[in-house]
């Protein structure tokens, strides 16, 4: 069996096999790689158990075979490998690479690695890019504690399972919520929730390519471009978080949102981290006034507004965190629309109708 | 008290003191940085004990005094501020800091900044630039351990007590050494020894100006642009390394550094980590073969190499990592002198005759 492939293509299918892969596995087998070679190229195939990812590497192949090798060790020499193409040539034992001036003999696992199974056929399809959008600009709102489960997961919503149909990304740790609402449909109808993890490594995967997607009730099946990926379902489901989200306020602001952000953070140096970072808001007829104050002193600064009623004047506080990563994803304007202390205020942006942040205000006396 | 300073030179002088103060220290003091306010400006410093540093600020100036304040708060806010100028106004008890719509009262601590003092007259002068070449490139060859006492640090040795005169830098960890030479004199004469942490700040702050430089039996001064620092010497005297480095060899290789330094960490990718990183060197009629074996297989580079005698064939292993360190600051071609695997060897760059790497080979069956 021999291979010549191009450095790069076998390079990078590795790198994103390699992040999946555990270099250290209680089961040994885990951490191989398995390389099929067919007709179309190379197959190179791994999983962490909640991930299944596979790359197709064209290459010119003689002889067919399957073959398993420790997926980081292969990596390393793939990206230092200093010609442009490599010859791979399997025997029983050994796979020999050569590359230049360069060659090695690996030795083969004797171990198996795990057989992943993609689906046979897709029923839906996305622009990648838009994907990958929609889950990059609500991945800041996923939940971080071991103990809140399923908020640990980014939802996403097909079809009729969506408010508004398309196709939504919802994420939330119960003080905050972030989703972004794409108006184009997938063709599937359904909501699932994804680990960070995945979502993560999905963000990295996904270009411009069309994304075809598959579902069954454990995993969401993706393929896109030289990979295909089975991302293992989060157990639970998301509660009605569109209830929760107010419609009617009292007032409104529309302002910069970098120009927020930077305010609010620069005010938030002050701040009592033990206290929430803490950040009081004071608005005042086109007026918003940020403070902060904590063991070191107090900060203050004032922007100027756009202001809609009903209400001229109002009071609340925000954990300063929580409002400078909602306001993350807000290219131009954005619109903070509140109704004091005890109701969440909702942030848009108004270049982006696809985006809605909402943050619930600290309980403050 | 009052003082108009721009915030980009501000925050520059901050960055390299808050990197010196401790955040948090047992004594609470040396938190903290001093600001005097003089008719040149402000006058930022601070101390960890084995490093006094000073920041000269130009700014300004309404009134004479002095405070001190929690170095990494202060920094922070200089550098989010949104203004291109920073009022600063004092009080008894504040710090009022102003800057476009931001203003914030800092409270001044009550505890003293540590009082720092510097030379009246400086012996010494070289270029900044010259003296940080010389430090970055022996950096390397400096030991981590902690029973490694003076290795810890890198020798400076000036005029008389140099070699061949002028400036050098040292560093070895007992299995590798690296010196840089500066043919230019300071003026000063002496050795010292500079702890690497020492070592890299001074590295950071040096730039293309001149550098004044005072020598004590404790600490060596260095001012340089609005910077001046004291460095505390490190005890003990660095072994009679000049003695160690061979200058007869039995085989010379010239070759390219670059391509050998990626060949040697190509190879080595097989190595056994747990065995010294070993990579083999066969150097046969101006053909030089790096190999390596390891638990996952073996590998093996061979290079065309320009070959002087009187040697012709010759088989040692190195330390892959010790080769590629010294190999790393040389441009272009580099010429490897060798005596076999009892003896250390020597590497030089052809361009730069300042430069000098010894390494010693793997005592090997």
Do not use: W
Request: glycine share 8%; with cysteine; proline share 4%.
């Amino acid at each position: 069996m021999h291979v010549i492939v191009p450095k790069k293509s076998l390079a990078e299918g590795l790198t994103h096999i390699e992040r999946i892969i555990p270099t250290r596995s209680s089961n040994p087998g885990l951490s191989l790689v398995r390389i099929e070679l067919g007709e179309s190229g190379l197959i190179c195939s791994g999983s962490n158990l909640d991930i299944d990812i596979e790359a197709t590497i064209p290459a010119e192949v003689t002889g067919i075979g399957e073959i398993a090798l420790p997926v980081q060790v292969f990596g390393q020499i793939v990206r230092a490998l200093p010609g442009d193409q490599v010859s791979l040539q399997f025997t029983e034992r050994e796979l020999a690479i050569e590359s230049g001036s360069y060659a090695t003999k690996l030795q083969l696992s004797e171990l198996a690695a795990p057989r992943v199974i993609f689906p046979a056929r897709y029923g839906g399809e996305l622009r990648g890019s838009d994907l990958a959008a929609a889950l990059a600009k609500v991945r800041y709102a996923v939940a971080i504690a071991e103990y809140q489960a399923v908020f640990r997961g980014v939802k996403l919503e097909f079809g009729q399972a969506s408010p508004r149909g398309g196709t939504r990304a919802v994420a939330s740790d119960g003080f905050r919520l972030a989703y972004y609402h794409l108006a184009e449909a997938t063709g599937l109808t359904g909501a699932v929730v994804l680990a960070s993890r995945s979502v993560d490594e999905l963000i990295k995967l996904l270009g411009e390519d069309e994304v075809k997607l598959e579902l069954t009730d454990t995993q969401l099946s993706v393929s896109t471009g030289r990979f295909r990926l089975n991302l293992k379902l989060m157990e639970g489901s998301f509660p009605d978080y569109q209830r929760v989200i107010p419609s009617q306020f009292d007032l409104h602001l529309t302002l910069d949102a970098k120009g927020l952000a930077e305010a609010v953070s620069r005010v938030a140096l002050l701040a009592d981290k033990t206290a929430n970072n803490r950040v009081d808001f004071f608005i005042n007829q086109g007026h918003l006034q940020i403070t902060a104050e904590g063991t070191y002193g107090r900060s203050q600064e004032t922007l100027a507004v756009v202001h809609e009623g009903p209400e001229l004047q109002m009071a609340l506080a925000y954990n300063a965190k929580y409002l400078v990563d909602a306001l993350q994803p807000i290219q131009g304007k954005a619109r903070l629309s509140l109704s004091g202390r005890t109701s969440p205020s909702v942030l848009l942006s108004l270049e982006d109708p696809g985006y809605l942040a909402m943050v619930v205000p600290l309980r403050t006396a």
